[in-house]
């Protein structure tokens, strides 16, 4: 191939047009290397002529052929020039000296748009050599002379032989044809009718090869079922010459195509036979006559050619004329099968080719369509074509209407997929249940497994599924798994909630037996979303806004309810915190003692936070995001837990020798002060005496051992029992006995910090009917209204320097009475508390207690 390029384009023509009454007057420029012709049309007996220029030079004539790249004055004298008068513009492309390369032919023009237009083309290479036309996709569509193209751009080539023209065929665009090669010389004809825009299909013009026939024409058969036809040149009158005609097809994958001769007319031969030989894909060769049945429902690329035989020419002698036609149809046969959703509420299916790639062609119900829905409630007729399995995915829509709150299933709804039809051939990649719920009701979700598990960078799911939770509105809550180690027991969700199964580390879906969500509903609940959280001992927890690592949606709000046991102290970190600029309002991060609205601390986003923030008991964290003005807000929160004995465990050790000395340095003075008073009657000891066995203070010692079991060493004793004796009012024999649980108790310090609601002290309260003084500093009592908050005995909250540890046994000890006192809290729930209460009874049994049980 030679490397000049010809940079030609056709009809970049700059006109001037001006309308004198019966006249009509345009200035033309034709681009270099083109002619513009105006003639009359055939057979047009209208008085009208073009002339160019004006004045004493104008020449007037029925054509007009402008060759030169200058303005010219082109004047009509009639006013509608477009009926008379056709344009033709013509290029010439001679390949034949320079070898020429690819030449875009471009015809860039929306003028003489008044006209009928011809764009015509003449291309000429080396003798022997053809030239070859490459149309881009689609390609063109050989249509019948008689017929016309959808779009009004009819495409014609001539060759010129010497035996004279022959009209290799007319095409339209949108069709299979890529290229033509011609041999030696020719024409390319664009027609458009006048009032059409020009949109012509940018094909290239280059040298092709050396001749091996008079035409080769390739086409990429379109995915079956389709259908091209074809035809000879000088169709219907036929061509004489011995001459070959070869067609190239492109087969599709997956697809089978059969040839039909439609109509054939034979030549009066001479000398030699039409022969039809056929290049399969496999390279085997089939040579047939155009009489014979041709090839039939074969797969893969294939050629034909066609060659004339020496034929006897005349004007009523037909010539060869042939018009075939090739069929693809689908090779595989399908996959049929049924899906009956009749019996399952709210179930709907849809599945997807997710590779465009594929051959893959799926029906419902006989029509073939690119996504197929199954709707709820419906039985369908499915088939699948060529569908590889990986290639399909079927996702599996369950809507769930709740039981309105009122009417509320306690037990709740277990979420399960259901069993699809077997048949099917497809596994399940999704299964999403939508939960609605009426009258503002809130959906409470539950692991059936024991709790679940936020899945953040930092820690991740692992788990075979993964649960996307979601409200409706589509904003994203969080990604979950069911876990045996997870720390949400409970996520309730104002509004309707979407939840969806898809597989992390299994393939299909519906071998997933087990349920993944308990779902029950409950009153609506003030903020967006709430979690009851008990966090893990072995290792931190996170806790993430809704739509993290995205923003919450603005002026939505998120609780966390975070029961820490009482062995242990949490440490709140903001691992993460994005703030927006708020519009209206303020963002708000608030934490605060459950039992206690006075401790809370909040903070907005214009303010700093503090990392770590310790929390001694059970308590919550709320958010609400502001409407921003930009940004958002998102924040990822962890908790860790602290075993809290540990910390004090040396501290009261210390304390413990401390009291120690003082005691032994106590006895000596006894000793001493009854050495003196001369072994008078022994003194009954002012520290305790233990209601169970009666110990006489000359016999108490304390053994080393004592150390171990720090029994003697009480976080918060009732302070009445402690200080009973001392006081004037009180008798000194109080019953405080149980207290020691038949330890001896040594000493006792002075109790500062505030005494935490233990169920424990209430209890001992109750069993031991002490009498309580009013206006006391101390409530021992718990706070009623929190009381069914706690369904353990909790860790008291320790204050600066005070000092305070429970013995485990007594521990048990309250435990067991607390549960057995039937009456003991007289208290008045109100509706909303006496809710909170049953879903802390529920949420009791989910307690991971042998984990706390083990830790201790
Ligand atoms: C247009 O011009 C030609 C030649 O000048 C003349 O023969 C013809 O009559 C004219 N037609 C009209 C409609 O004026
Ligand atoms: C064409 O006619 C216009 C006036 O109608 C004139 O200004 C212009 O110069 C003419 N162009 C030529 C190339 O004669
Ligand atoms: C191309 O042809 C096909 C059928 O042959 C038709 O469905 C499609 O609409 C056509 N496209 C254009 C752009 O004409
Ligand atoms: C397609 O062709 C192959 C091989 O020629 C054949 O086995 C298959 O049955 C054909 N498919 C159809 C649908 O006829
Ligand atoms: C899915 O499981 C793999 C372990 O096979 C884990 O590494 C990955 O983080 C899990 N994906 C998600 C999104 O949690
Ligand atoms: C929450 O955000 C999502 C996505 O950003 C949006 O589609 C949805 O409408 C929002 N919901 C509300 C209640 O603003
Ligand atoms: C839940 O969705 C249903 C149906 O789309 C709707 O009628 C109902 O109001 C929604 N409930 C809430 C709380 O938005
Ligand atoms: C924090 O959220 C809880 C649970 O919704 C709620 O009961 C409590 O009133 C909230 N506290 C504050 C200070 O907003």
Known sequence: MGSCVFPVFIGLVLLQIQKISECYEMEVTPDSGTIVIFSKKEGQRLDCSVCKDAGPSQTCNSVLKLTEARPTNVTFNCSQPGDIF???????????????????????????LEFSRTFTWDLKVQAGRMFQLDFPSPGMRQIKPSESCPD???????????????????????????????????????????????NPSNFKVSMGPAATALVEVDVKLSRGPSSADFFTPNYP???????????????????????????????????????????????TSITKAPTD???????????????????????????????????????????????????????????????????????????????????????ADLSFLDCPVQDLQLTATKVIDCPSVSARDVSGTLLTIPALDSSLPVPLHQFTWLLRVQDQGTVDLMSPKGSLHQSVP???????????????DGSNIGLFCSAAEGAV???????????????????????????????????????????????LILGPMYLATPNWPDGMNSSSSVSWIIYVHQEYTAELMFSNIVNPTCDSGHTEVTVGPLDSQVQTQTWREDQSFPSPIIQQQSFYLNMSNCEPKSGRFAVLSKISLQKESKKFLGIILAVFGVLLLLIIIALIVVCVIRKRKNKSNANRSSIFIPRGKNVLPGNATFPKSRADNESHVYASIDDSTMYGHLDKNQPAEVDSGAWSNGHQVDGYRPFTGPTDSIPAAADSSAEYSLDRREGDVFQPFLNPATTFNLPRPRTPLISQGSLRFEDRRMMDNTLNTFKGAGDINPIRLSADESRLQLQMDSDSDSYPEPEYEDAM
Not at 174 to 180: A, C, K, L, M, V
Not at 182 to 197: A, F, I, Q, S
Not at 458 to 472: A, G
Request: glycine residues 6%; neutral net charge.
């Open 293 to 379: 049945i041709q090839p039939t429902n074969k797969q893969g690329d294939f050629s034909l050619t066609l060659t004339n035989c020496d034929a006897r020419k005349g004007e009523i002698v037909p010539g060869l004329s042939l018009n075939f036609n090739v069929e693809v149809f689908r090779s595989g046969t399908p996959y049929v099968c049924t899906v009956d959703l009749r019996n399952e509420e709210g179930l709907s299916l849809q599945i997807e080719n997710k590779n465009p790639e594929s051959y893959c062609e799926m029906s419902l119900n006989s029509e073939i369509q690119e996504k197929i829905v199954v709707p709820a409630g419906t039985k």
């Open 489 to 535: 027991q409970k996520i309730q969700i104002k509004g309707n909630v979407s939840i969806t199964v898809t597989p992390n580390n299994t393939k299909d879906l519906s071998q997933e037996k087990e349920p993944f969500l308990k779902v029950s509903t409950s009153p609506e609940i003030t903020e967006n979303v709430i979690y009851t959280v008990i966090p």
């Open 86 to 112: 056709t344009v033709e513009i013509n290029q010439q492309i001679d390949c034949s000296t320079t070898g020429c390369s690819i030449v875009a032919v471009h015809p860039d023009s929306t003028r003489f």
């Open 237 to 283: 009158t036929g061509y004489y010459n011995l001459e070959k005609i070869k067609w190239n097809f492109v087969v599709q994958p997956m697809n089978n195509f059969t040839v039909y001769f439609r109509q054939y007319t034979a030549p009066e031969c001479q000398k030699n036979t039409v022969m039809c030989d056929y290049t399969l894909g496999d390279k």
């Open 458 to 472: 930092d820690k991740q799911c692992n788990e075979r599924v993964l649960l996307v939770i979601s409200e409706t």
């Open 152 to 198: 009004k751009h009819t495409y014609t080539i001539i060759t010129y032989q010497r035996a004279g023209p022959a009209t290799i065929g007319t095409f339209c665009g949108n069709g299979t044809i890529s290229r033509i090669q011609v041999l030696y010389r020719g024409r390319v004809t664009l027609e458009v009718p006048k009032g059409t825009d020009l």
